[in-house]
């Protein structure tokens, strides 16, 4: 990825920036199980994590850490055969009523037929900038990487490391964008099927359950990230390149490639949702 050429030697991030030791991969030093009475479960010494789904209940987990910008990976390999009317989350969240939020969705799909990716920003507790993707592989066969790549400078979307959306901050431009609230992970399997597939005109088949999708290597190497909220220390934007991210022209290549052949809504093309005229990030 491209490096802005401007740099700060020390960023200073007021209120809540702090940085702790980085995490690789190990489930149990990384993340706490939420819920599902025991349908999530952490395997092979901290190595896989599982989420599952029945008639009863899905599952889910979150980070121990919050995170206020940082580049995080996660392997997910999603539910296999008909999936129909589950959801796999994982995304980044803050709390209260003014929340900021950066969601992967992956909506379930009859056998054979192709899972969407549901991307979504809220800042201020305001969201409405879905866009969403089909894979142009089958997420259910192996795992693949999806990562979240926050900084300063814009927010990307990435699959197997390629983009497949940015969404950029226009802050000064009067869009909001997440600068302030740390964020913890949260990742869950549970049943939507009122919306999930087709508009919610295709049904969970129960017959199908337990339902169930897997992580592997997690990786917030780079990320700014506090385990108390006590915790202030400053991150050195001299040293974590990623903070100054943003793609270069072969990489909006790739993402033109994605958006061209696999994207499948794009808000910022709904004039029918927007009549008043559409969200003024998509003129800029």
């Not at 490096?3 to 020390?10: D, E, I, M, Q």
């Not at 599902?36 to 209940?57: N, P, Y």
């Not at 001299?238 to 994207?263: A, I, P, R």
Request: proline share 4%; glycine share 8%.
């Amino acid at each position: 990825m491209a490096v802005s050429a401007t740099k700060k030697p020390l960023l200073l991030l007021s209120l809540f920036f702090f940085v702790v030791a980085a995490s690789a991969g190990n489930f149990y030093e990384s993340f706490d199980i939420t819920w599902g009475d025991g349908r999530a479960k952490i395997l092979e010494d901290g190595q896989l994590l599982t989420c599952t789904l029945d008639k009863i209940s899905g599952s889910g987990f979150q980070s121990k850490k919050e995170y206020l910008y940082g580049k995080i990976d996660m392997k997910l390999k999603l539910v296999a055969g008909n999936s129909a009317g589950t959801v796999t989350a994982y995304y980044l969240s803050s709390k209260g009523t003014t929340w900021d939020e950066i969601d992967f969705e992956f909506l379930g799909n009859l056998t054979g037929q192709p899972y969407t990716i549901h991307t979504n920003v809220f800042t201020g507790g305001k969201g409405d900038r879905e866009m969403q993707f089909h894979l142009w592989f089958d997420p259910t066969a192996d795992f693949h990487t999806y990562t979240v790549h926050w900084n300063p400078i814009n927010i990307i979307f990435l699959v197997d490391g390629l983009p497949i959306r940015v969404f950029k901050n226009n802050e000064k431009n009067g869009v909001g964008y997440p600068t302030s609230q740390p964020m913890k992970i949260y990742s869950s399997l549970w049943e939507a099927d009122d919306w999930a597939t087709q508009g919610g005109r295709v049904k969970i088949d129960w017959s199908n359950a337990p339902f169930s999708a897997s992580y592997r290597s997690f990786n917030d190497q780079n990320a700014c990230s506090r385990t108390s909220n006590a915790t202030w220390v400053a991150c050195d934007a001299s040293k974590d390149s990623w903070m100054w991210t943003s793609l270069n022209n072969h990489q909006y290549g790739q993402m033109k490639w994605v958006q061209d052949e696999f994207m499948i809504y794009n808000y910022c093309t709904d004039y029918k949702r927007f009549p008043q005229g559409l969200p003024k990030e998509c003129y800029l």
